[in-house]
């Protein structure tokens, strides 16, 4: 009873995406959802699922929290959960996994999944677990309120939140993929100065990313699109830099 009563407080304002293949289960659990979230949305497979987080990524919105079954058909939720990781690195993710599929769960651990959930799910501990999530998010957006020392003016009212990896215009997030958090950090890092081709690559070495100058190239034409024109500036056969905006 608790579980619920603090879960209807923590989740009224976040998104979940629930993947689950049977469609009997994938009914049940979405109505308990929609008790508490926000939004829900229900999918059946890792590739319909894969396809609308794409969508709301592309749409800058976001799913707070995905909820997925192990064994799918077409895409499992380890191969899902791998897929989710490479465009946000950061994602909250609860498994759903039955006993007989420990074989999955150690691929899942070394991904970076804390939360599981086993068949026959009982009721309080899905919302137990829904909870412990919820909370994290809620709390943590709290304690991320931007120092100004962080805040990199890029023109206009954008701006980069470098503590918080984030890329706001207007007050609305802008979505960024993980080699683009990286490269707006390390150009932020001093605002002004040019960064070369093989400074920008060796970075990228040194964090165990790999790389290339035309890598580089394909990177910052996506990130033009997301920026002020006037922000980003190439230095022809030279290199990069973000602009002081005053």
């Known amino acids: ?17 629930l993947v689950e293949d049977y469609d009997d289960l994938r009914e049940n659990i979405g109505d308990i959802l929609k008790n508490f979230f926000g939004h ?19 749409a800058a919105q976001s799913f707070h929290i995905v909820l997925t079954d192990i ?21 909250k993710i609860i498994v759903i996994s039955a006993h007989d599929e420990s074989g999955y769960l150690l691929p899942l651990i070394n991904l970076g999944i804390e939360q599981f959930i086993k068949k026959p799910i009982n009721f309080e501990e899905l919302l137990r677990v829904l909870l412990v999530s919820s909370k994290s998010i809620v709390q943590g957006n709290k304690s991320k309120l931007p120092d100004p020392q962080d805040l990199v003016k890029c023109g206009g009212a954008c701006v980069y939140d470098r503590k918080n ?11 960024l993929t993980k080699y683009e958090i990286l ?56 290199g990069y830099r973000f602009t002081n905006i005053n």
């Open 165 to 175: 990896m984030s890329l706001h215009d207007n007050g609305k997030n802008v979505y």
């Open 40 to 58: 829900v949305d229900c999918v059946k497979n890792g590739v319909e699922a894969l396809t609308l987080y794409k969508e709301k990524i592309n």
């Open 71 to 91: 064994r799918m058909p077409i895409m499992d939720g380890v191969e899902l959960t791998r897929q989710i990781y490479k465009i946000n690195p950061l994602q």
């Open 183 to 238: 490269f707006m950090n390390f150009l932020s890092t001093e605002v002004g100065k040019i960064y070369s081709n093989e400074e920008i690559v060796n970075y990228y070495k040194s964090i165990n990313e790999s790389v290339d100058a035309s890598n580089i190239r394909k990177l910052v034409s996506k990130l033009r699109k997301k920026l002020p024109d006037y922000f980003l500036e190439s230095i022809y056969s030279v």
């Open 1 to 17: 009873m608790k579980n619920s009563q603090e879960l209807l407080i923590y989740a009224k304002n976040l998104s979940i995406l």
